[in-house]
């Protein structure tokens, strides 16, 4: 069976494009919620057990906002936009047009604006995959966890595999330009058996 971890050289490059033309539509469409002019770093992109994923992150007591979408289509599995806490406030306060330095909270008016901005920046990335792929992705409507990143990203809590499974996982920061600011973002594609069989194979043909 094709196994993630023995994706060569060339494979792991369209996997990085893919991440960075997702990137580059999320950035898109954060510039358009914001109003405001958003660079991207070019992303890292990580293959790791899901158990290994949280220190990538932050420590893992560190609270997180995390947006879970479920993928439907011709592929399935989950997708998992994860924001360090600083990162999820400050989107929740430039989603609702507030000053930077307005003190906020993630009250539900901020979850709600986290889990908006979640589900576009997904969507970004899911665009992306299905035109390299010439597949039908849908994702489903949101949910969002706000908890330490070690409870988060847990098998239990993502109904996903085993500990031992392998997700994709891209590390994303998005620069403000006018507020000269850094936002960073992790966005984890957490496929099915089929479904990462399936991505596999779009991979060694392209």
Do not use: W
Request: include cysteine; aromatic fraction near 6%; hydrophobic fraction near 50%.
């Amino acid at each position: 069976m094709d196994d993630i971890r023995s994706l060569k050289a060339n494979q792991l490059d369209a996997l990085r494009e893919v991440a960075n033309i997702g990137a580059g539509h999320a950035a898109t469409a954060l510039s358009q919620m914001t109003g405001g002019t958003i660079m991207i770093s070019v992303p890292t992109i990580n293959i790791a057990r899901l158990e290994d994923v949280p220190p990538q992150i932050t420590a893992p007591e560190e609270p997180v906002a995390a947006v879970l979408m479920n993928m439907l289509g011709d592929l399935t599995g989950r997708t998992l936009l994860v924001f360090p806490r600083p990162t999820a406030l400050r989107l929740a306060g430039l989603m609702l047009n507030r000053r930077a330095e307005t003190e906020i909270d993630l009250g539900e008016i901020e979850q709600s604006a986290i889990k908006e901005a979640g589900n576009i920046l997904s969507g970004a990335y899911l665009n992306a995959l299905s035109d390299f792929m010439g597949l039908m992705l849908l994702p489903s409507p949101p949910s969002l966890a706000v908890d330490m990143s070690s409870a988060v990203l847990t098998t239990a809590y993502l109904q996903f595999g085993t500990d031992r499974d392998y997700v994709f996982c891209v590390e994303t920061e998005f620069f403000m330009l006018e507020l000269n600011e850094k936002l960073r973002g992790f966005f984890l594609l957490l496929p099915d058996v089929a479904s990462l069989h399936a991505i596999l194979r779009a991979i060694r043909v392209a």
